[in-house]
T-cell receptor
């Protein structure tokens, strides 16, 4: 079963624009993580935000977490063609690193 | 840079045959995970090892799937017999411990005919 649900399922933007995707989940969590997956490849860890944090930044990435709404957002600023990938949120409910992934957002950045 | 190794990268088999996938985690990583990812969906955890012990295999279809990590280093995931619905990407990941980020291998793409 998938805990997180990403929205939108697919996103197409021009290079230089910002991309925002959202993740909603159902139960309380210890932390929420975002991963990127290029076509047919393994996943790459992007950022982890703990349940007591509200916002984190890493380079062009900004993640927010609203535990009252059980939702998170990932913002990619000044997108590049190389950002074309699928992005997944994953929740860790009990700090045991047992991740439950959402269905992903497919992002296409057009040059 | 250390990486998680998986082999084979691609496997085509006929239903009812046995298949096996191998994973070599990053050196020193105590925790190892096997995930299954159906096309268009997110990964689903099949089994989690802490050293050589299984921590969680609640989503592993134990009638046909088995996983082992005998010496607490590399791991093998086996399917016997394979079914058409097993066609998917099988991903291995490792982490230093259960509080650390997971590093994923490139995956094994399984096609069952």
């Amino acid at each position: 079963s998938q805990q997180g649900e990403e929205d939108p399922q697919a996103l197409s933007i021009q290079e230089g624009e910002n991309a925002t995707m959202n993740c909603s989940y159902k139960t309380s969590i210890n932390n929420l993580q975002w991963y990127r997956q290029n076509s047919g490849r393994g996943l790459v860890h992007l950022i982890l935000i703990r349940s007591n944090e509200r916002e984190k930044h890493s380079g062009r990435l900004r993640v927010t977490l609203d535990t009252s709404k059980k939702s998170s957002s990932l913002l990619i600023t000044a997108s590049r063609a190389a950002d074309t990938a699928s992005y997944f949120c994953a929740t860790d409910k009990a700090a045991g690193n047992k991740l439950t992934f959402g269905g992903g957002t497919r992002v296409l950045v057009k040059p | 840079e250390a990486e998680v190794a998986q082999s084979p990268r691609y496997k085509i088999t006929e239903k009812s045959q046995a298949v096996a996938f191998w994973c070599d985690p990053i050196s020193g990583h105590a925790t190892l995970y096997w995930y299954r990812q159906i096309l268009g969906q997110g990964p689903e955890l099949l089994v989690q090892f802490q050293d050589e012990s299984v921590v969680d295999d609640s989503q592993l279809p134990k009638d046909r799937f088995s996983a082992e990590r005998l010496k607490g280093v590399d791991s093998t995931l086996k399917i016997q017999p394979a079914e058409l619905g097993d066609s998917a990407m099988y991903l291995c990941a490792s982490s230093l411990g259960t509080q650390n980020e997971q590093f994923f291998g490139p995956g094994t793409r399984l096609t069952v005919l």
